[in-house]
């Protein structure tokens, strides 16, 4: 299995911007689908966006659309998501997560690997 270890969380105030890292280390991500889940305290963890092997293809869960933006870089084994626009309700810890040989990842019964996660706190 690779490890995931995130970076990048902190405190923010509305309307400001993060951009969480995930590096991978034991094998390469180049095959593995990758996404960002995240779970809010009393909430269940819920998916935010994910990107293809090959990074052709990115999905995004509606309430992050247009704001948040996943991307990959196979040769330095990271995957970042850039969060711009960030309200109170992204506050949350988000999770890096990997799916070996799948073609993208969007729900949490399908991932394999999971990062330990990384808080993200948006203040009004």
């Known amino acids: 299995q690779v490890q995931l270890v995130e970076s990048g969380g902190g405190l923010v105030q509305a309307g400001g911007s993060l951009r969480l890292s995930c590096a991978a280390s034991?094998?390469?991500?180049?095959?593995?689908?990758m996404g960002w889940f995240r779970q809010a305290p009393g909430k269940e963890r819920e998916f935010v966006a994910t990107i293809s092997w090959s990074g052709s293809t990115t999905s995004y869960a509606d309430s992050v659309k247009g704001r948040f933006t996943i991307s990959r870089a196979n040769t330095k084994n990271t995957v970042y998501l850039q969060m711009n626009s960030l309200k109170p309700e992204d506050t949350a810890v988000y999770y890096c997560?990997?799916?070996?040989?799948?073609?993208?990842?969007?729900?949490?019964?399908?991932?394999?690997?999971w990062g330990q996660g990384t808080q993200v706190t948006v203040s009004s």
């Open positions: 034991g094998r390469t991500l180049s095959s593995y689908a």
């Open positions: 997560a990997g799916r070996a040989g799948g073609f993208i990842v969007t729900t949490a019964s399908t991932v394999g690997s």
